[in-house]
């Protein structure tokens, strides 16, 4: 499985961006298709995740009520839409697949348990 990011740049506080992650090779209706991201200084954290089957997406505090994740099936490809944007999301954002569909919930917000990862995509709030 590969992954590829696009969609980041450079956006005043208050825009929206969308970010998507292309898909190629054999995706499974029990991977779970995530969003992390990662400012300077700072760890590496889960913005959102969703599974390519059926289930609920999830979606970290930090941009809970601003941001969406959703994906196409047809396309294999995942979005992460982000609303009312602030400087403090700024950082490199990279999408992430998991094959390990097992897991329990918790679990799907650690990148340690995400096989797959994608080269990542800065993005850029300007205040």
């Known amino acids: 499985v590969q992954l590829q990011a696009s969609g980041g740049g450079l956006v005043q506080a208050g825009g929206s961006l969308r970010l998507s992650c292309a898909a190629s090779?054999?995706?499974?209706?029990?991977?779970?298709m995530g969003w992390f991201r990662q400012a300077p200084g700072k760890e590496r954290e889960l913005v959102a995740r969703?599974?390519?089957?059926?289930?609920?997406?999830y979606y970290a505090d930090s941009t809970k009520g601003r941001s969406t994740i959703s994906r196409d099936n047809a396309k294999n490809t995942v979005y992460l839409q982000m609303n009312s944007l602030k400087p403090e999301d700024t950082a490199v954002y990279y999408c992430?697949?998991?094959?390990?569909?097992?897991?329990?919930?918790?679990?799907?917000?650690?990148?340690?348990?995400?096989?797959?990862w994608g080269q990542g995509t800065l993005v850029t709030v300007s205040s």
């Open positions: 992430a697949a998991s094959s390990r569909g097992y897991l329990s919930s918790s679990s799907y917000s650690y990148g340690q348990n995400y096989n797959y």
């Open positions: 090779g054999r995706i499974f209706s029990q991977f779970v």
């Open positions: 969703i599974s390519w089957g059926v289930g609920t997406p």
